[in-house]
């Protein structure tokens, strides 16, 4: 029971730090991944608690991981688990005997799953960081290009032409 209250201190504790909600291009990408790392997983009732957990956990913006889990949703959680089968049947070379017509939960289907959600979540996750990463800074410097060519360029002052 000590142990049980300990763990939601922390996570209370962690939860209300304000700079794991302010946005930052660190912290957001990192909370984006992780979030859809978590979104990988088969539809479970903890995603959102999981994610949260994760983000004050390696410092990461809370709302960013916890939206981000919702890439798995009731619309897209049956084609999802479909891609991940198809993914661990390719590479642990499996024949698919229903030719991806209907599934089958026995053993291979199910290694295939969990390994196909790893693999999905293990490329995803920094993909997803690298380029929000880079697509935050590369916002930033068209946001200054066009604020500088808001204002007129100042003359410049040559020193060798002294009028």
Same mark, same amino acid.
């Given at each position: ?6 763990i ?8 209300? %730090? ?7 291009r660190?912290r ?10 978590v979104? /990988? ?6 995603? &959102?608690?999981?994610?949260? *957990? ?9 709302? #960013?991981? *916890? &939206? #981000? @889990? ?7 959680? @049956? ?29 291979? +289907? /199910?290694?295939?799953? +969990? ?9 995803? #996750?920094?993909? @997803?960081?690298?380029? @929000? ?7 930033? /410097? ?10 007129p %360029?100042?003359? %410049?002052?040559d020193?060798?032409?002294? +009028?």
């Amino acid at each position: 029971m000590g142990k049980r209250k300990g763990i939601r201190n922390w996570l209370a504790k962690g939860v209300v %730090q304000r700079e794991l909600w302010r946005p930052s291009r660190h912290r957001v990408a990192l909370g984006l991944s992780l979030g859809v790392a978590v979104g /990988m997983l088969p539809p479970l009732p903890i995603q &959102t608690v999981l994610a949260i *957990a994760l983000a004050v956990r390696y410092r990461a913006n809370i709302p #960013a991981a *916890a &939206t #981000a @889990v919702w890439i798995s949703n009731p619309a897209t959680a @049956v084609p999802l688990f479909i891609y991940q089968c198809k993914v661990g049947k390719t590479i642990f070379n499996f024949n698919d005997k229903y030719g991806g017509k209907e599934l089958d939960f026995d053993i291979q +289907t /199910m290694s295939s799953a +969990t390994f196909g959600v790893l693999i999905s979540a293990a490329v995803l #996750a920094p993909v @997803v960081y690298f380029v @929000v990463y880079y697509a935050w800074g590369l916002g930033i /410097m068209i946001f200054y290009k066009s604020k500088k060519a808001d204002y007129p %360029q100042l003359p %410049q002052n040559d020193s060798n032409d002294q +009028t």
